[in-house]
T-cell receptor
Framework: NAGVTQTPKFRVLKTGQSMTLLCAQDMNHEYMYWYRQDPGMGLRLIHYSVGEGTTAKGEVPDGYNVSRLKKQNFLLGLESAAPSQTSVYFC??????????????FGDGTRLSIL | GESVGLHLPTLSVQEGDNSIINCAYSNSASDYFIWYKQESGKGPQFIIDIRSNMDKRQGQRVTVLLNKTVKHLSLQIAATQPGDSAVYFCAENMNTGFQKLVFGTGTRLLVSP
């Protein structure tokens, strides 16, 4: 039972380089999310998706883009990496049962360093 | 191991003790609350949740209490074990529709054998 899988697990980039972080979930969840986690701060929402083909901005979207071409995948792109984007990135997914939210399930993160 | 949060509040307990981790939330309209456990180098792991129409919910060795009057949430862990050592944080859902969680910064639980 894989749950939420993130690739890669680690990456080091130079300022100005681009890359895409991959997230895949096998739970048939409708909602997917990208967060960043920095020391001393709670998880902050970058972008999210309420279904295939839809995306929306979260709390800290600047410098990132996302795509949800397939229900099971949610991609996070950095077009021109900056040192301020050094962080641990987490993907999560969740569902609703009727009107009730269900908990978000997280991957194990991608640790990204921008030099 | 990797630190997921510097200068976190820390609760140190002995193995077998009961642990209580507290969380203050911000929005009186929040309708759904979750506790997560995060071990070093891992993603947050769901522990237990509670909806705003309840004030207590129990799981296996864990109990969550919700006090809406003072906007306070607590996680009680019974018979704490070394494997419970981790960072614990609460999250509140501030929307009545789509789930958009706001996370606390966390409390580090250290369990000594």
């Amino acid at each position: 039972n894989a749950g939420v899988t993130q690739t890669p697990k680690f990456r080091v980039l130079k300022t100005g380089q681009s890359m895409t972080l991959l997230c895949a979930q096998d739970m048939n969840h409708e909602y997917m999310y990208w967060y960043r986690q920095d020391p001393g701060m709670g998880l902050r929402l970058i972008h999210y998706s309420v279904g295939e083909g839809t995306t929306a901005k979260g709390e800290v979207p600047d410098g990132y883009n996302v795509s949800r071409l397939k229900k099971q995948n949610f991609l996070l792109g950095l077009e021109s990496a900056a040192p301020s984007q050094t962080s641990v990135y987490f993907c999560a997914s969740s569902n609703r049962t009727g009107d009730l939210n269900q908990p978000q399930h997280f991957g194990d993160g991608t640790r990204l360093s921008i030099l | 191991g990797e630190s997921v949060g510097l200068h976190l509040p820390t609760l140190s307990v002995q193995e077998g003790d009961n642990s209580i981790i507290n969380c203050a939330y911000s929005n009186s309209a929040s309708d759904y609350f979750i506790w997560y456990k995060q071990e070093s180098g891992k993603g947050p792991q769901f522990i237990i949740d509670i909806r705003s129409n309840m004030d207590k919910r129990q799981g296996q060795r864990v109990t969550v209490l919700l006090n809406k009057t003072v906007k306070h949430l607590s996680l009680q862990i019974a018979a704490t074990q070394p494997g419970d050592s981790a960072v614990y944080f609460c999250a509140e859902n501030m929307n009545t529709g789509f789930q958009k969680l706001v996370f606390g910064t966390g409390t580090r639980l250290l369990v000594s054998p």
